[in-house]
């Protein structure tokens, strides 16, 4: 059996990862990519076959760019998949929390760090493109004084001792990641129960309140709306939008409505519901 391909942002050790060995659960060859922009290139040069790509934080709220991936790319939302966040502070053996000069991570890392960092002022925080190839590069190089924030599986992997566990600021810190491929994976309409859109509305009172009102008639839960600015046409903009409902015709229906309602409507996923 082939392996599926899966591209990730980072590399082994990230929780991008872990969000792909826990939701393929099979056997899979990791494409890793140092940004999302090289994770989406990769399923359109057809090396990868699916991607997994963080969207939305707890407590940072969404990666705004990354729907734009999604909807400017044609690419299709198969799945989802939540995971519960754990930073760790980690160094080279040895070495003591008095002994660091810095600490490198993603930015979103570090914004979530952010109150445990303040009470070690003596640590600089620099960005890195991830958190797991930070402890990779310490590791390889042998950095004394810089420590990486990171999952505990990055230490595993690279030889690192974690100074400080659960470093987060609100632990319960959870990421949602979405599974995307470039076609479309027809799952059986009994097992649909969330599905993703973009629409623009019309610059008038009221637009999007009707589309709001068509889904709660039609039984459809909203569970999350993003806006971004149209880049072409100042002040206008589109919305992101993520349902939940548990008839696949009322979804049906309501889809059908909003696609008239709106302009440039796109259906970005139809999948099953990971939050029960």
């Known amino acids: 059996m082939v392996p599926v391909r899966v591209a990730i ?47 939305e934080n707890s407590i940072a709220g969404s990666i705004i760019p990354n729907y734009a991936l ?34 490198r991570s993603h930015p979103m890392a570090l914004l979530q760090c952010r109150e445990y960092l303040k009470t070690q002022p003596h640590i600089k925080m620099v960005e890195d493109v991830d958190t797991a190839e930070t402890a990779h590069k310490i590791h390889q190089k042998q ?8 999952p505990q599986v990055a230490a595993t992997l690279y030889g690192l001792d974690i100074l400080a566990r659960d470093i987060q600021t609100i632990p319960n810190n959870a990421t ?4 995307v491929k470039t076609t479309n994976k ?4 009994e097992e649909i129960d969330k599905a993703s859109l973009r629409f623009i ?4 009172r009221g637009s999007l309140a009707t589309v709001l009102n068509v889904m709660s008639d039609c039984n459809l839960n909203l569970t999350k709306i993003q806006s971004l600015p149209v880049i072409e046409t100042p ?9 939940t409902f548990e008839h696949y015709s ?15 409507f796109q259906l970005l996923g139809e999948y099953k519901n990971a939050r029960i």
Request: aromatic content about 8%.
């Open 176 to 179: 949602r990641f979405i599974v």
């Open 235 to 243: 002040w206008k903009y589109s919305f992101f939008v993520d349902v």
């Open 143 to 150: 950095l004394r004084g810089i420590a990486a924030i990171a």
């Open 9 to 55: 942002q980072g590399i082994k050790g990230s929780n991008h990862h872990q969000v792909a060995d826990d939701f393929f659960k099979s056997d899979m060859e990791l494409v890793e990519c140092l940004s999302f922009h090289a994770l989406v290139d990769a399923l359109l040069a057809g090396k990868a076959d699916k991607g997994v790509m963080a969207i």
């Open 201 to 204: 509305t019309d610059h008038k």
């Open 70 to 103: 999604v909807c400017e790319n044609h690419l299709h939302i198969i799945g989802e998949h939540y995971l519960n966040i754990h930073h760790h502070l980690m160094a080279l053996p040895g070495q003591e929390i008095s002994d660091l000069s810095e600490v």
């Open 186 to 189: 027809v799952l059986p309409r």
């Open 250 to 264: 009322d979804f049906e229906k309501a889809k059908s409505l909003i696609s008239i309602l709106t302009e440039d």
